[in-house]
C-alpha cells in the first residue's frame, strides 16, 4: 500500500510530521511519502519558494525512516493539481496496488472544488484526518462521498486499489502553519512547534520575515 500526504508545508511543523507517524502505524505501512506542493491551486502565494519549503522537509524528516518525500510536484510547472498527479503516481504502481491520499478535514471540505475530483476515487482512496473546526457540512459533496464510500478500518483499504474514504481521529496537535508564519512575523519564536533543525535554517534564510540575529 502507497501511502502519500499532500501539502504546501509552509513550514513544515509538528502537527504534520505526528500526524504523518499516526498515519503509517493505523494503516500499517512502512513508510509515508509527503509531498510539497509546488504552486497550491487553491490559495495565495507561499511564504517561502518550493526550494526552501522542500529544505525544511528534508531537515525535519532527515532521521526519519517511515518518512520519506515525493518531490513529483515540485518537478512539474504550473499548479499542482493532485488528480495530474495521483494518475502519474497510478501508471507507476500498476493497476492493483492500493494508493492512498490523505487530507484533512479542512482540505477535503473543499474536495469538490478540486480540479477532476470525480476522478480521484477511481484513483486512490482517501484517508479524511479529523480536525478541530467546523464539521462536513451535512448536504455537500464531501460529506455524501464520505458515506458512500465509506471504509470500516485500515484492512478494507488492503483489498481495493482504490475508491474508498477511511475517516480517522488520531490524537492531533493544534499547530497551524499559519500561526507559525505569523509569531514568526511577529519577532515571536516557533520554537517546540517546529523542530530545531527547522527553525534554525527558517532563521538562517530569513523566511517568513525571521531575524537572523534573533534568539533562538
Ligand atoms: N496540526 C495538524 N494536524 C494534522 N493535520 C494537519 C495539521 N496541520 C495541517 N494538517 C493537514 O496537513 C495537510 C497540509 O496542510 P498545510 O500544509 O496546508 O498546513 P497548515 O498548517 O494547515 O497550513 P496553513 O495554516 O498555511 O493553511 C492538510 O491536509 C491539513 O489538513
Ligand atoms: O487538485 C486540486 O485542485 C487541489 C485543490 C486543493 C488542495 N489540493 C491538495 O490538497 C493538499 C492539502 O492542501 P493544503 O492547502 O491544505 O496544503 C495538497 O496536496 C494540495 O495540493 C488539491
Known sequence: MHVIYGGTFDPVHHGHLRLALEISDRLGVDQVSLMPCHIPPHRGDTGASSGQRLRLLELAIADEPQLRIDDR???????????DTL???????????????????????GFDRWREWQQIPDLAHIVVVRRPGPELASDGVPARLLAERSAHDPDALRAQPCGLILELDPPLLDISATGIRGRIADGRSPRYLVPDSVWLEIRR????????????
Do not use: I, K
Not at 87 to 109: I, K, W, Y
Open 87 to 109: 494518475r502519474q503516481l497510478r501508471n507507476e504502481l500498476g493497476p492493483d496496488e492500493p494508493l492512498v491520499m490523505v487530507v484533512g478535514t479542512d482540505a477535503f471540505a
Open 73 to 83: 510536484e515540485l518537478t512539474r510547472a504550473g499548479a499542482s493539481y493532485t488528480a
Open 205 to 216: 534564510q530569513g523566511l517568513y520575515g525571521a531575524c537572523p540575529a534573533g534568539n533562538f
